[in-house]
């Protein structure tokens, strides 16, 4: 199929010069429109307004531009349709055999915090409409959505003098439709962030993210695995290192996703499949670390350890003594990189362009897709209640609440026995709580990463069904436990906890993580 003549609308006017002189080459008559048109012909090339083609003014501050019978006539007519001819011969309107446009940045524009009205004038109309006019009649007409794909167009162009390939068309028809689905998606989820009510669905979810990166594979190696992400700048910046794989992906997410919880600049992380293995706040970064590893230093082997700080080279040391992963920062020293880079299959990963987003959770199913809203609640004093005779001190209460924080991370049952902002033992995933409150407490005995002398706090990610999980952890020297309420055996809960001599802490919220 010769090309005729092309319509060019672009939003994102970069590389432009290239895949025009191209088309000059091929004597292909240029239409475009608005600014589109004043950049081509500022750069010396031959084009003809819009409006001067369909002799129809713009209108409307520019809404209305190309959405005009002889624009989009030119692109649906097929060309061996006879009655098709017939009728453009009639109305002396012309083919178009080239689409080239990109549409406004409607997510740049919400990025930048812009007003609603900004916003609702960067809803593109007329470059949607162009893609898929031509999207539809790709028999015809070829449409090229995006900046990446001028050189694949100069490559064709030049294969076929000037002509193009059924299978080309087809190809850049379905990366359009593609486009289009993207830039509704977007729009149709801006305006349910409107809503903020979070108990409201959707009647459709739809999901828009680009490919980040197809994996080598998925969890195991006979499964497919690929990363996506609904920002074009996907902001997990790795500075070196293998290529991530699923599994890392998954450890780095629940990693991050509790980091960013700790008080800044002063936590640490060390994930596992998925699970935390120990967890350490302190103002001395070298020692919370070093907190954190010895929670349990035989599961963290081969795991992510994740800093809420800026790594030093002293630090990066300590760090070197064990195997790892993965290591993440919020930054890193320039020293500190360079230490690293010995071991180079090391990946080294920069956080500190990651937000807690309001993304939801969705896991596919049978035929479905299951969804919720992250588990980001903001733990505050008041959500709590202290149902013991025996009360709590204000730093026995923030233990409370950094051992709660972290359970929330830890695969459900969860049991965390923690002392002075660390962890020393974790107990994760067993169908019974008290199994999971068995492991939390042989855990701390085993590696003793705590001082028998301080106060041991516990923490339950739901409530005890019964008084056996509170009297194991008792035996074992926790004197501060804090669950969620709702046990139809609270009041029993309660009285076995005064009779102990322990302090019981309420939480209003549940918070399970499978």
Not at 120 to 133: A, M
Not at 216 to 229: C, D, K, L, T, V
Request: proline share 3%.
């Amino acid at each position: 199929m010769k090309i005729k003549t092309a319509l060019i609308s672009v939003s994102d006017k970069h590389k432009l010069y290239q895949i025009l002189k191209k088309l000059r080459k091929y004597k292909i008559k240029l239409i475009s429109s608005g600014g589109t048109y004043k950049k081509i012909v500022s750069m010396g090339f031959e084009c003809i307004d819009v409006s001067d083609y369909t002799n129809f003014p713009e209108i409307l501050d520019g809404r209305v531009k190309t959405l005009h019978p002889k624009i989009h006539s030119g692109i649906l007519y097929k060309r061996n349709n006879k009655k098709h001819k017939k009728t453009l011969k009639n109305l002396k309107f012309e083919s178009i055999d080239l689409v080239i446009t990109n549409f406004y940045p409607f997510k740049k524009t919400i990025d930048n915090n812009s007003s609603h009205e900004k916003i609702i004038e960067n809803i593109d109309i007329g470059g949607p409409t162009l893609v898929r006019s031509a999207a539809k009649n790709y028999n015809d007409v070829i449409v090229i959505t995006r900046i990446d794909q001028y050189k694949e167009l100069i490559n064709e162009l030049e294969l076929n003098n000037g002509s193009s390939s059924l299978k080309f068309r087809t190809k850049m028809s379905k990366e359009a439709f593609c486009e289009t689905a993207s830039y509704d998606a977007m729009i149709y989820n801006y305006f349910n962030s409107l809503n903020k009510n979070i108990n409201d669905a959707p009647k459709k979810l739809i999901l828009n993210a680009n490919l980040v990166q197809k994996l080598r594979y998925g969890e195991n190696p006979h499964q497919f695995g690929a990363i996506y992400s609904n920002n074009e700048n996907f902001k997990l910046k790795k500075l070196q290192g293998k290529d991530l794989s699923y599994n890392n992906y998954n450890d780095i997410f629940a990693s991050i996703n509790l980091a960013k919880t700790l008080p800044k600049n002063r936590g640490v992380v060390i994930i596992k499949h998925a699970n935390p293995c120990g967890v350490a706040i302190d103002k001395d970064n070298l020692q919370s670390y070093k907190s954190a590893v010895n929670c349990d230093p035989v599961s963290a082997f081969g795991g992510i350890v994740s800093c809420n700080y800026r790594l030093s080279l002293k630090i990066a040391k300590e760090i070197s003594k064990n195997y790892y992963e993965v290591i993440i920062a919020n930054g890193f020293d320039n020293s500190a990189l360079r230490y690293f880079k010995e071991k180079k299959n090391l990946r080294l990963i920069d956080s500190s362009k990651v937000n807690l987003g309001e993304n939801n959770k969705i896991i596919s199913g049978i035929d479905a897709y299951l969804t919720q809203s992250n588990d980001n609640f903001i733990f505050k004093k008041k959500n709590f209640k202290v149902v013991s005779k025996i009360k709590p001190s204000r730093k026995i209460l923030n233990q409370l609440l950094f051992s709660f924080n972290v359970c929330r991370s830890v695969k459900s049952n969860a049991i965390v026995i923690a002392q002075d902002n660390k962890t020393v033992g974790i107990g994760s995933g067993q169908p019974s709580r008290l199994d999971s409150c068995t492991i939390a407490i042989d855990k701390m005995n085993k590696f003793k990463n705590y001082n028998s002398e301080k106060v041991l706090v516990a923490a339950s990610d739901a409530f005890f069904p019964f008084v056996d999980g509170i009297e194991k952890l008792v035996q074992a020297g926790v004197t501060a436990i804090i669950q969620p309420y709702g046990s139809i055996r609270d009041k029993e809960i309660i009285r076995f906890a005064n009779e102990m001599g322990i302090i019981l802490v309420f939480s209003k919220t549940r918070h399970f993580n499978h």
